[in-house]
């Protein structure tokens, strides 16, 4: 579900700022699945990053994730950050 929110923020721009809150606080989540969820949510940031409204909010969020238990999790916000960071 996470993954898709991207596309949904990209459709539905009036909903960008709720969906990213949402995705912003998956710690709220069952911890077994938490890191799975950061990696959907980091998926979807990625669809719609460049216009988005919370790019540094969104930056936080994906650096925190370099530290994450799961290497999946790691390895896409690794990745996120090499394509969208400024610095």
């Known amino acids: 579900m ?3 929110s991207g596309k949904i923020a990209l459709t539905k721009p009036e909903l960008e700022t709720e ?3 949402r995705l912003l606080n998956i710690d709220g989540t069952v911890q077994r699945h938490k890191d799975l969820v950061k990696a959907s ?6 669809a719609y990053f460049e216009k988005s409204k919370d790019q540094e ?11 994450c238990e799961s290497p999946k ?12 960071s400024r610095s």
Request: glycine residues 0%.
């Open 41 to 46: 949510a980091i998926e979807a940031f990625d």
């Open 19 to 21: 969906i990213t809150n």
């Open 73 to 84: 999790t790691r390895k896409m916000a690794a990745a996120f950050l090499k394509k969208w």
């Open 57 to 67: 909010r969104i930056i936080e969020f994906v650096k925190a994730q370099l530290n």
């Open 2 to 4: 996470a993954a898709n």
